[in-house]
Nanobody, 117 residues
Framework: QVQLVESGGGLVQAGESLRLSCAASGRTDSINAIGWYRQAPGKQRELVALISRGGSTNYEDNVKGRFTISRNGAKNTWYLQMNSLTPEDTAVYYC???????????WGQGTQVTVSS
């Protein structure tokens, strides 16, 4: 099993930056990809960034060029660096793990990001 814990959210002003962390434990060697999702009030949860085991990345159009997904050398912590934040980025951010045996329903508890204007 894989467990995920997000941290790093908070309240910032527009134009500022945050770095979110997703710490993985358990069978971390089974992770094929980590995705960062966000869900704003009254809206569907959406994928904002994805990184695969091989290092390939994908970004939602609205965050491309501002957000960067990465992982540490031990490959047990993943990050989402968020720059030039706007109020439209306000949401609960979740990390999600996809495993080599096909599971895709592994989620952290979420971390709140609030951007004021």
């Amino acid at each position: 099993q894989v467990q995920l814990v997000e941290s790093g959210g908070g309240l910032v002003q527009a134009g500022e930056s945050l770095r979110l962390s997703c710490a993985a434990s358990g069978r971390t060697d089974s992770i094929n990809a980590i995705g960062w999702y966000r869900q704003a009030p009254g809206k569907q949860r959406e994928l904002v960034a994805l990184i695969s085991r091989g290092g390939s990345t994908n970004y939602e159009d609205n965050v491309k060029g501002r957000f960067t997904i990465s992982r540490n050398g031990a490959k047990n912590t993943w990050y989402l660096q968020m720059n030039s934040l706007t109020p439209e980025d306000t949401a609960v951010y979740y990390c999600n793990a996809r495993t080599i045996w096909g599971r895709d329903d592994i989620w952290g508890q979420g971390t709140q990001v609030t951007v004021s204007s």
